[in-house]
Nanobody
Framework: QLQLEESGGGLVQPGGSLRVSCATS????????IGWFRQAPGKDQEGVSC????????WYLDTVKGRFTISRDNAKNMVYLQMTSLEPEDTGVYSC????????????????WGQGTQVTVSS
């Protein structure tokens, strides 16, 4: 069974950068996509970005396009989310999750989740 664990969250000033990491273990060849999600206090969880394992195709939430970059390191079984030009609205608990299925990664159901890492953007 695939397991995921996030790290790299912290406190960042507006305009700053941060990279959160997702370490995968277990049956790492059995998933088709990894996604990053976030949830701010009092708000619904939303998908931020995702990447397919087969062709590395990606999807980004409109509000983070041009600022966030998702990437993977297959040798290390890691998926990263590089966040730049951070805004207070980016604050939330960031979680990574794995999905199985065909089609764009934005259409898949994510069933295996990490515990989340807190990202706070504040001056």
């Amino acid at each position: 069974q695939l397991q995921l664990e996030e790290s790299g969250g912290g406190l960042v000033q507006p305009g700053g950068s941060l990279r959160v990491s997702c370490a995968t273990s277990g049956f790492t060849n059995d998933y088709d996509a990894i996604g990053w999600f976030r949830q701010a206090p009092g708000k619904d969880q939303e998908g931020v970005s995702c990447i397919r394992s087969s062709d590395a195709s990606t999807w980004y939430l409109d509000t983070v396009k041009g600022r966030f970059t998702i990437s993977r390191d297959n040798a290390k079984n890691m998926v990263y989310l590089q966040m730049t030009s951070l805004e207070p609205e980016d604050t939330g608990v960031y979680s990574c999750a794995a999905a199985v299925g065909s089609g764009p990664c934005s259409t898949l159901a994510y069933a295996a989740w990490g515990q989340g890492t807190q990202v706070t953007v504040s001056s």
